[in-house]
């Protein structure tokens, strides 16, 4: 079975990584979108995503690990939903910024800046390992 890579975004305000880490396990509910919610259904226990930190920050911040796949979502009194349950895995050795996204040309197709407003995302393989190098290079101007 192929590993498959998202991205999900979350406003800090309302759920922030840190939120993530003190609960050990979350749900990721609460999408409205139906092609989100299809990426949700279409998630499986084992996948990674990248938390995004969306409107305050906007930067990838941490990777998670889908612990829990085809659910149903608890605050959707219709049933017609997705949700999944995820787990932190760890930080970033620094955020990875959307304007650092923009500016690299090899990320210029990633579904984080073609369709902006979808808060779940896949990220093909390429785009994940190159965002995973860029965690780990020092800013120009940083120590």
Request: no cysteine.
């Amino acid at each position: 079975m192929t590993k498959s890579y998202w991205l999900m975004k979350s406003e800090p305000d309302a759920y922030s990584w840190d939120d993530l880490v003190e609960q050990g396990e979350g749900t990721w509910d609460g999408v409205r979108n139906h092609l989100a919610a299809r990426n949700l259904r279409t998630m499986k226990r084992g996948d990674e995503a990248f938390f995004y930190h969306s409107n305050i920050g906007l930067e990838i911040v941490g990777i998670i690990r889908i612990s829990k796949d085809g659910m149903t979502d608890p605050t959707d009194e219709t049933g017609k939903w997705a949700a999944v349950k995820v787990m932190p895995v760890r930080k970033l050795a620094r955020p990875v910024t959307l304007k650092e996204i923009k500016a690299t040309p090899e990320l210029a197709e990633m579904d984080l800046l073609r369709q902006s407003r979808l808060s779940v995302s896949m990220v093909r393989p390429d785009e994940w390992n190159l965002i995973l190098t860029m965690a780990k290079r020092k800013l120009p101007g940083t120590k």
